[in-house]
């Protein structure tokens, strides 16, 4: 009989424990990363090409729109990761929207927001977790 695997049956130095490991130096990492660019980073910053990241990223969200429903329609396994996918990416566009806005801007973008971006992020999540099959427990 063979040792029990630990860490979700992955072998030691498996891409499976490696990848885990690496995810875990990132949650590590990140945190001072996000301190030191609160502290370098200037408040306010012109950025090029601003028009062309909002339309690629508003057409991006379209597209995993569409993959989603695709995916749901064919009831595919990739369902799950694309209502996962817009569902955060939904988040990051109220994120941005808000956070970069000003004045009158500001309070469309929460309106935004509120009653339309988040809203479908939480839908795009339920649509991913529910289409998962439910079946029958494995014992052990």
Same mark, same amino acid.
């Given at each position: 009989?063979?040792?029990?695997?630990? *860490? !979700? $049956?992955?072998?030691?130095?498996?891409? *499976?424990?490696?990848?885990?490991?690496?995810?875990? +130096?990132?949650a590590?990492?990140?945190?001072a990363?996000?301190l030191? =660019?609160?502290?370098?980073? %200037?408040? &306010?910053?012109?950025?090029?090409n601003?028009?062309?990241v909002?339309v !690629?990223?508003?057409?991006a =969200?379209?597209? *995993?729109?569409?993959?989603?429903? #695709?995916?749901?329609?064919?009831?595919s396994?990739?369902?799950?990761?694309? +209502? $996962?996918? #817009?569902?955060?990416? =939904?988040?990051?566009?109220?994120?941005?929207?808000? #956070?970069?806005?000003? $004045?009158?801007?500001?309070?469309?973008?929460?309106? #935004?927001?509120?009653?339309a &971006?988040? %809203?479908?992020?939480? *839908?795009?999540?339920?649509? +991913?977790?529910r289409?998962v %099959?439910? $079946?029958?427990?494995? %014992?052990?």
């Open positions: 009989m063979r040792p029990p695997r630990r *860490l !979700g $049956g992955a072998a030691p130095w498996s891409p *499976l424990r490696i990848g885990v490991f690496v995810l875990a +130096g990132v590590l990492l990140l945190p990363w996000a030191y =660019l609160a502290v370098a980073l %200037p408040r &306010e910053h012109v950025a090029p601003w028009d062309v909002w !690629g990223f508003d057409l =969200l379209a597209a *995993l729109a569409a993959a989603a429903v #695709l995916a749901f329609r064919r009831r396994p990739w369902t799950p990761v694309f +209502g $996962g996918a #817009l569902a955060a990416a =939904l988040v990051c566009d109220a994120w941005f929207d808000v #956070l970069t806005s000003d $004045g009158s801007d500001r309070r469309v973008a929460v309106a #935004l927001a509120v009653f &971006e988040l %809203p479908v992020a939480v *839908l795009a999540a339920v649509v +991913g977790v289409s %099959p439910v $079946g029958p427990k494995r %014992p052990g």
